[in-house]
């Protein structure tokens, strides 16, 4: 009876340690979350557009029964009159403006919208104002243009309000050949549109001023 007994014992103790056995062992769960990481980067956005302003250089002559050069066509100016000699009457002319008489006007189909071109009425019959509007995508084009136009010169004047809420620059350029880099030229951007304009006058830069200021309406 004590061997049937004992041997009850271990098995029963055998039973016990086999349950703890299997209770410590036992397999955790496997965790099945999966963590993503996102990393995002941001590429600052390039330019719209480029420009790249009219090259320094003087304008040649057009003499009396020469053809225009190209790109330009013996047409008016669509942004104002030209004056004496080539049109008469009153009102706003080019001519008035700039200080000279003017006996040809030629457009300039390589500008958008096309710009315009004056030639003084007597030898050499150089040109003495250009027009010269460029459009670009948007109005910060058109700003950082004007900026860039200027200086290609030298002594920049910013003239606020030339006309109301228009902000323009005068600079001196080259222009006619003679006058080396003192010829007096104005750009202003309104809009989408950058305008220069450039005279023959090395002795004041109002007449670029004025001949903007009555154009200016028409951008």
């Known amino acids: 009876m004590k061997r049937v007994a004992l041997a009850a014992a271990l098995l029963a103790t055998a039973a016990l340690g086999a349950g703890c056995t299997s209770s410590t062992h036992r ?83 390589g500008y958008s919208p096309v710009g315009c071109r004056f030639y003084f009425y007597s030898g050499p019959f150089e040109a003495v104002a250009d027009i010269r509007p460029r459009t670009l995508p948007t109005p910060i084009d058109a700003y950082n243009a004007m900026v860039l136009t200027a200086r290609t010169g030298r002594n920049p004047i910013t003239e606020k309000d030339f006309v109301p809420g228009l902000t323009g620059i005068s600079f001196q350029t080259a222009y006619f050949g003679p006058d080396g880099r003192a010829d007096w030229a104005f750009v202003f951007a309104k809009k989408n549109v950058v305008v220069a304009v450039y005279t023959q006058r090395k002795d004041t830069s109002r007449n670029a001023v004025y001949i903007a200021r009555a154009i200016a309406a028409k951008f």
């Open 27 to 109: 397999p955790r769960p496997v965790d099945t979350t999966i963590t993503h990481t996102v990393v995002e980067t941001s590429t600052p956005t390039s330019p719209s557009t480029t420009f790249t302003p009219d090259p320094v250089a003087t304008v040649r002559p057009l003499k009396p029964g020469s053809s225009p050069r190209s790109g330009e066509t013996e047409k008016v100016c669509p942004y104002i009159r030209t004056g004496l000699d080539q049109d008469s009457g009153g009102g706003v002319n080019m001519a008035d403006l700039e200080g000279d008489r003017i006996y040809r006007t030629t457009v300039l189909t």
